[in-house]
DNA sequence: CTAAAAAATGAATCATGATTCACTTCTTGT
DNA sequence: ACAAGAAGTGAATCATGATTCATTTTTTAG
């Protein structure tokens, strides 16, 4: 007999499977999950082709942990700002909303793959799981604010995905123009829009309903 | 001599190229333009796939008049409501942002092809105009409230890309459970989500500039 | 009816990119 | 040094789907 996988076998194994998990991140905030090659990949790594297929089954895989990956660190940041107790509700809020903001302009492409990129079936699932997380986080913080009388009552969960999609399209929308904004003013003036949107007492819907009807 | 080309001629080519235009619209609305595959629509036009190119000379090029022909339609309708002059500008807005969402309620995939999904490099100029148009329409109805002091100043390029992120990601973000929602009401909601955001006088930024600052 | 010209056809070809696998190179315990 | 068992390789294979083009069908004018 003869061989054992021995640990230093197993770190070796665990090195390269971070080398291509952080190769692939990378890939993926410059041309998202479609464009994003095994070949290429595998290159990039300094690896085989053939070499991917022994640490991921699949490319459909392989993106299905690297959105767990992204996410995982975005929303743990979000989290974090909207679980703090010190702050008023609409302050947690605003800060996550910041956080959020920022990311998706630092790396505006892996935003978009997160939000919107049509991917294969099994990384739809993880979307879905992970705009659930998002859901909940930003509709539990609203309901709190609600629930002290900070925020007026409303649909939590319709604001919360209002609230994502909202700076989502005004800082990612136009990929073409990204740099021409001012992003710390983009920033703040569409984390303004969010608040506003939320705190607002409700817009009168007897105008909503009266100018939706009469047409 | 023998062949010329006679009326007759012309209106079935017309016909034809209608047919195509038009069932490539209900494809579009069914799997996107991805998902759109030249085989599969001229078998249900009836015609042979090599019969397409006679009409148009790629796929590419099909579909940037499909994002033209979906993009009119929608444009000049919500252009209908933000011309009018009967109104105040609030009630324009609102009703311009109704038709938005409904259509967007009606046909999400559609919606979702323009606004968001990865095309070919001569779709996303189409696009980028479509979103142009788009932002215009809104910010100029904002900058018309801002300028009879109906609404507060604001940057109403931002703003208007908030105002159609927001319904988008609201309303067709998750695509998997569209049916639970009950339309009228998610149309309406969203909508006062919308105009609670450009209506309510500035959220406080001195609050915003601080629990941004403080991590 | 016939020949010329165009339109329609759809099977064959191309292009792209994921996946496989026979083979080579390493590692390990004796 | 050796044999067993992995790990790594990358050219070949597959799958998908757009595009072409030699052939067939239509149309038209004389």
Redesign the interface.
Known sequence: MAYRETSKIRERKQATHSTIVSHALAMLNEV?F?GLQMAALANRCGLATGTLYRYFPSKEDLCTVLFAHATDIEIAQVEQ?LSSTT?TA???I??AL??FAKRALRAPITA?AL????VAPAVIAAR?HY?ERYAQLFANAIEQGVATGELPA??SS??S??????????LI??L?KTEQLDAHA??????????????????P?A??????TH?
């Open positions: 998202g479609s700002h702050d609409s302050e947690r605003a800060a910041s956080t978009w939000i919107a990129e049509p879905l705009r409303q649909d319709l604001s995905r209002a609230l994502v999609g909202a700076i989502a399209e005004a929308g136009p073409a983009a920033v703040q003036t569409s984390v303004a829009f969010c608040m506003q949107a939320i705190s607002a007492r409700p817009w819907s105008h909503l309903a009266s100018s939706i047409k």
